[in-house]
């Protein structure tokens, strides 16, 4: 049996990358509104992280990271919507792709928030910064991560690494073990065990798993216990 206990979170997911050179990321829009370019949006202009490309409701669109602008996805004074991509760059330096398999992309969660790269045969522990990438079409059972080394990176095209994706952290939240409860992201079941000797399966709410630990955020209360196993298991 497992008892509803508090403890904080952090949770990592562990992947294998391919390091590519000049990888092209998206530049999206902040908000809603009519997009109106600057004289750096003109495709092969060259950029730096923090250049203006374009405005839109006003607010300022800007390259995440220095780059040679490669695609216009959105006409001068087109409305878009937040979030739409509007320019594609392609990157100075190198980058790694990551694909997420299925298994692992209920940790994503709302995306990754770091990342930390391990080159096979080079560096380790590198800062990666993570951007947005366009969609693979034909990848149907894994999503791409993307992510930028520094510009002086000592790294070569096609060298693989493990890279740790961050994907949140939680702090004093209620946790149970992982294999006391069914489902993995959203909502899932336990076994309570209650004063009387009894059994009840309880919906509880899910939040951030660490592999080994995962938040309950409903149905259950600190110091509840529940079966080691979840209903229909133990």
Do not use: H
């Not at 991560?145 to 952290?169: F, I, Q, R, W, Y």
């Not at 798993?209 to 600190?222: C, H, P, R």
């Amino acid at each position: 049996m497992a008892q509803v206990e508090r403890r904080s979170l952090t949770s990592t997911v562990v992947l294998s990358g391919t390091i590519v050179p000049n990888p092209e990321f998206l530049v999206e829009a902040p908000a809603a509104g009519q997009v109106a370019y600057t004289d750096r949006s003109a495709v092969g202009s060259s950029v730096d992280a923090g250049d203006e490309i374009a405005r839109v409701d006003g607010q300022s669109v800007v390259s995440p990271a220095p780059g040679a602008i490669a695609e216009m996805r959105a006409a001068d004074a087109t409305k878009v919507v937040p979030r739409i991509p509007i320019a594609v760059v392609a990157y100075r330096g190198f980058g790694v792709v990551v694909d997420v398999p299925v298994s692992e992309q209920y940790r994503l969660y709302e995306g990754a928030v770091t990342a930390t790269v391990n080159v096979t045969g080079g560096p380790s522990g590198v800062v990666c910064q993570l951007v947005p990438t366009a969609p693979v079409p034909y990848a149907k059972e894994a999503v791409g991560v993307l992510c930028l080394l520094p510009l002086d990176a000592a790294v070569a095209s096609g060298l693989e690494t493990k890279v740790g994706l961050n994907t949140g952290s939680r702090a004093d939240v209620l946790t149970l073990p992982l294999q006391a409860v069914s489902g993995r992201s959203g909502q899932g079941r336990v076994s309570r065990l209650n004063p009387d000797g009894s059994r009840e399966t309880i919906t509880v709410g899910l939040g951030l798993t660490d592999g080994v630990y995962i938040e309950i955020v409903s149905g259950l209360e600190a110091g509840d216990t529940v079966a080691g196993l979840p209903p229909g298991v133990g």
